[in-house]
Structures are given as structure tokens and as C-alpha cells.
């Protein structure tokens, strides 16, 4: 009844920048927090930024004054603009939505995850 679709991810040079995309679709009443996660080789899955449903946001420490998390509810999609990249953001990228959905019997909240679009920083 969801379905989430990435795009955005590539081969940047130390010092670029990126813009991700995750774009939500289906019978969807309402998105609550929208976030961002990166997992790179060897390493667990980590939050990166957060935006709620009210606008606030979130940074893990590594990324704060480089990356900006974004939101446009009429399009039902959060943005990553991630500038001054660095090799250590090499990593799988990963949106995750908090989605409020009608069925045909009820509402239903669940969380939804993009498939993943692969960032690499490296000269």
C-alpha cells in the first residue's frame, strides 16, 4: 500500500555535494517523521538526520553544518542535501518514514524503509 523510491546517490570528490530524494507513494493519510540513515561497510546502521512532521530537525554530530534535511509534504518527500562531503560519509543511504495509511478497514501507522542508494566519496 507504501512504496518509497530513492534516487540522488553517486561518485562525488572530497569537497562535493549531493542531494538525495525519497519520494513516498501510495494510500497515504498523513507522514510523521522523516529520517535519514547511512550504513557504511563493517558498520552498524546509523541516524544521520531527522525531520518531524512539525519541521524540527535533527543531525547526528558528523554532519551537522553540512548536510540539511527537508521536507515537502505536498510532494510526500524528504531531501538530504549533503554539501563539503568527506570519504568517511561513504555509505548506503537509507530514508525512513513514519507513515499513517488507510486500509479498507482502518487506519494504520507503520514504518517504511527507501531501498537504499549507495554514496561514495572518494577522489
Known amino acids: 500500500q507504501v512504496q518509497l523510491v530513492e534516487s540522488g546517490g553517486g561518485l562525488v570528490q572530497p569537497g562535493g555535494s549531493l542531494r538525495l530524494s525519497c519520494a513516498a507513494s501510495?494510500?497515504?493519510?498523513?507522514?510523521?517523521?522523516m529520517g535519514w540513515y547511512r550504513q557504511a561497510p563493517g558498520k552498524q546502521r546509523e541516524l544521520v538526520a531527522v525531520?518531524?512532521?512539525?519541521?524540527?530537525?535533527n543531525y547526528v554530530d558528523s554532519v551537522k553544518g553540512r548536510f540539511t534535511i527537508s521536507r515537502d509534504n505536498a510532494k510526500k518527500t524528504v531531501y538530504l542535501q549533503m554539501n563539503s562531503l568527506k570519504p568517511e560519509d561513504t555509505a548506503v543511504y537509507y530514508c525512513?518514514?513514519?507513515?499513517?495509511?488507510?486500509?479498507?478497514?482502518?487506519?494504520?501507522?507503520?514504518?517504511?524503509w527507501g531501498q537504499g542508494t549507495q554514496v561514495t566519496v572518494s577522489a
Open positions: 501510495g494510500s497515504i493519510f498523513n507522514i510523521n517523521d
Open positions: 525531520i518531524t512532521s512539525n519541521g524540527s530537525t
Open positions: 525512513n518514514l513514519d507513515i499513517t495509511y488507510r486500509t479498507s478497514l482502518a487506519y494504520r501507522r507503520d514504518d517504511y
